[in-house]
């Protein structure tokens, strides 16, 4: 029986140099080269959240100067007035402190029963987090900060969705984790993908991506909404469409495009999508949850001028508020001992 071309066994592979192996090491090690125009979006990114850091920095050092200033303003009005006095300002504060902490108590409760009412007759909400393995550390810190915020915003509307947080895993899982209160929080928390989880629910499954021919009229209760938890998607184009497709789930997009022109792409962050969907909960009206939502940067320069009144503030100064209000509203309500 004549040998293989390869000197061995005719199934064997054939056999490749060290040079070869070398070079194919290589090739895999080396990262996907990036256009010119990627590459001018990256490096804005990075002026970005520089320039975020630095405003963060900055408002931190602000506060401490202010709890100081205050501090010393305290210790002199006290020292300035009669011991009689100076027993009425303190109890006086102490008075002010405990209304304060009733009060702070009082909106937990109420956030607690609103959230618990969610969750049996609320919109259904799923952030799916199985994109956890496309992202690096930094975009995973991302996205736990957009969820943060999500869980923040979502407390304070009088009429909530039930939100949930499907595929939690490995680093993905570990961030969450790490947020002060989070074991705390009223949302449904799944290691399991969304199929697993609402197996039975699965006809009631709209994958919203902006990838999608269908475009959402009207919310419906009876449905259930998934967001693709993945940061920086213009790099995974159509994939969160593409796993819909695959899985059999109907998918659509939200209406932007019925309301307003977008200067780029129409693909949001996981927060604002929520937020979207949040205040067209509380106002049926996606044209005024849009204008209040999707920041002045994201929109054609004609819609930002005339739709100015409509606006909230800026994109850059939402974000770089974004994860200090979520730590202070989470803080506050949950662990306000150790915050």
């Known amino acids: 029986m004549p040998e293989s071309p390869g000197g061995g066994d005719a199934g064997a592979p054939p056999q490749t140099t060290e040079t070869e192996n070398r070079k194919t090491d290589q090739t895999a090690a080396d990262p996907p080269v990036l256009s010119k125009n990627a590459r001018k979006k990256l490096a804005k990114q990075q002026r970005f959240e520089a320039k975020k850091a630095e405003k963060k920095a900055a408002a931190k050092e602000q506060k401490r100067r202010d709890v100081e200033r205050k501090r010393k303003e305290w210790e002199e009005s006290l020292a300035g007035v009669s011991e009689e006095e100076k027993a009425k300002l303190i109890e006086s504060r102490r008075n002010l402190r405990k209304e304060r902490m009733e009060k702070r108590s009082q909106e937990k409760e109420d956030k607690r029963e609103r959230l618990t009412v969610a969750r049996e007759k609320g919109q259904n909400v799923v952030v799916d987090l199985q994109f956890s393995h496309l992202m690096n550390p930094n975009e995973i810190h991302s996205l736990v900060q957009q969820i943060m915020y999500c869980y923040a915003v979502n407390g304070r509307c009088a009429s909530p969705a039930h939100l949930w947080l499907t595929g939690c895993e490995g680093e993905m899982d570990s961030g969450l984790k790490r947020i002060p209160g989070f074991d705390k929080w009223i949302i449904e928390k799944e290691n399991r993908s969304y199929i697993e989880a609402l197996s039975d629910r699965k006809e009631d499954l709209v994958y919203l991506t902006a990838d999608s021919e269908t475009v959402l009229e009207e919310l419906d209760l009876n449905k259930v909404y998934v967001i693709g938890g993945l940061v920086d998607r213009n790099r995974w184009k159509g994939i969160t469409l ?6 059999g789930i109907p998918t659509a997009k939200l ?33 005024t949850s849009f204008f209040a939502v999707i920041p002045q940067r994201k929109r054609c320069q004609s819609d930002s ?14 974000e770089q508020n974004d994860d200090i209000t979520a730590n202070k509203k989470i803080c506050a309500e949950e662990v306000p001992s150790n915050c």
């Open 242 to 247: 593409k796993k819909a497709e695959e899985q």
């Open 255 to 287: 209406p932007i495009g019925n309301f307003m022109k977008m200067s780029s792409s129409q693909v949001l962050t996981v927060n604002q999508v929520v937020e979207i969907l949040l205040k067209y909960l509380e106002t049926r009206d996606w044209r």
């Open 305 to 318: 001028e005339g739709n100015a009144e409509d606006t909230v503030e800026g994109e850059e100064e939402r």
